[in-house]
Nanobody, 118 residues
Framework: QVQLVESGGDLVQPGGSLRLSCAAS????????MGWYRQAPGKQRELVAS???????NHADSVKGRFTISKDNAKNTVYLQMNSLKPEDTAVYYC????????????WGQGTQVTVSS
């Protein structure tokens, strides 16, 4: 069972920056993809950004140009650099790992709270 632990969430003013980290208990290179999702109160969980084992990235339109996903395979860690934060970015951010081993399996972290407010 892969364990994912997020960190870096905080209260930040609009226009500010944060970097989220997701540390995995085993090699992320074995994952088909790693991603960040978020869920705001009363809303469905949505994909923010993802990165494949080969390094191909995908960012939601709402965060393009402001957020950047990256990873460090040696540290088994995935990052989400968030710049120019807006109040609508307020949510719990979850790390996801997806692996195929006969069937697709998703692994989730416990989430980290990001609040953007003045």
């Amino acid at each position: 069972q892969v364990q994912l632990v997020e960190s870096g969430g905080d209260l930040v003013q609009p226009g500010g920056s944060l970097r989220l980290s997701c540390a995995a208990s085993e090699s992320i290179f074995s994952m088909y993809s790693m991603g960040w999702y978020r869920q705001a109160p009363g809303k469905q969980r949505e994909l923010v950004a993802s990165i494949t084992s080969g390094g191909t990235t995908n960012h939601a339109d709402s965060v393009k140009g402001r957020f950047t996903i990256s990873k460090d395979n040696a540290k088994n860690t995935v990052y989400l650099q968030m710049n120019s934060l807006k109040p609508e970015d307020t949510a719990v951010y979850y790390c996801n790992g997806r692996r195929f081993a006969g069937t697709w399996r998703d692994y989730w972290g416990q989430g980290t709270q990001v609040t953007v407010s003045s």
